[in-house]
């Protein structure tokens, strides 16, 4: 069973150590991602922006992270940031967990012209108001008739709480008293009803969820980098469930496409930060870098 949560961060990319964000480069006033891989990528999404991809998570990178899901909302600023970007970007992407629309609706997505919001890791898209999806697998239905049974036989706390997306469901512990112990409590039983369901088990910021195999950010990333013909591509992300999408963008590399990968950095998940090329202290740390992408762009367009 993997573990959702990670201890022991190391010092380097802990949020407010040395690397909480990282420093700003030669006068242009944004950050120097660590890698040489991520300053050219940077360097050719600003200079090359309409041949560029710019996808972001929602939770933990648009949106900060609250305790009931339903309660989300965006960073102050950042929709405004995207719709910016959006005039200047080839492609403008959301790639979610969560449904499309529900992203779509909890954000305002829909503000920001001609974006394209990929749901349930690549399974749902939605863009100009319509949502295209394949029919949901029937393990799920398995898993929605089962679960509450199981999570009371677990004896996982109070608090904890069934989230049913329709295609997917996800377990949430934040609001039970001791969420660690109550995924403890939890990962065995859910990991082998996602199997008797044929489910994949995607465990998350004190979450777990049991949602249909056959998709991730990663490949969803990189079909969209092919259908746009995308040179570029910035990927923005918080949780395990993005590193698909990271290893997506090295591959991506690898046939000529420049990518930087941005952790929007948080205490409960140490391993994005680790693998990113550029780290930023949260959702208000990426409204922070969107809007010097945008003034940058514009400069140099100037
Ligand atoms: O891919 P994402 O957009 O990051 O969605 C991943 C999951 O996000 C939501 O849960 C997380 O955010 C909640 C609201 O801030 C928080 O309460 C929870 O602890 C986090 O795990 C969402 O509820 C899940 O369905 C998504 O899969």
């Known amino acids: 069973m993997p573990q959702p949560r990670q201890h022991g961060t190391p010092e380097r990319n802990r949020p407010g150590g040395p690397h909480a964000q990282n420093e700003p480069t030669g006068g242009n006033g944004l950050p120097e991602p660590t890698t040489p891989n991520g300053r050219a990528a940077l360097e050719a999404l600003l200079t090359e922006p309409a041949r560029a991809l710019f996808a972001f998570d929602f939770d933990g990178t648009l949106a900060p992270i609250v305790a009931d899901p339903r309660d989300s909302a965006p960073q102050p600023g950042i929709v ?27 954000g305002g997505l829909d503000r920001v012209p001609g974006i394209t919001v990929l749901g349930h890791y690549g399974a749902e898209r939605w863009s100009d108001g319509r949502v295209a999806a394949a029919e949901p697998p029937p393990g799920v239905s398995l898993v929605r008739a089962e679960l509450p049974g199981l999570v009371d036989a677990s004896g996982a706390p109070e608090g904890t709480w069934i989230e049913d997306k329709g295609r997917s469901l996800a377990v949430h512990t934040r609001r039970a008293a001791d969420p660690d112990r109550a995924l403890e409590l939890l990962g065995g039983p859910l990991t082998e009803l996602a199997e008797r369901a044929g489910l994949k088990v995607e465990p998350g910021r004190m979450v777990i969820e049991l949602r249909p195999q056959g998709v991730d ?74 809007g010097r992408v945008t003034e940058r762009i514009r400069g140099l367009a100037a």
């Open 217 to 290: 950010k990663g490949a969803a990333l990189t079909s969209l980098v092919e259908e746009r013909g995308a040179l570029h591509v910035f990927y923005a992300g918080d949780d395990l469930g993005d590193l698909p999408a990271f290893e997506a963008v090295a591959a991506l590399r690898a046939r000529g496409v420049s990518g930087l990968t941005v952790c929007s950095s948080s205490e409960e998940v140490t391993a994005v930060a680790d693998a990113a090329d550029l780290v930023v202290p949260g959702p208000a740390g990426l409204a922070e870098l969107l």
């Open 80 to 106: 405004a940031a995207l719709a910016e970007l959006a005039e200047l970007a080839g492609t403008v992407a959301v790639i979610t967990g969560r449904g499309a629309a529900t992203a779509v609706d909890l």
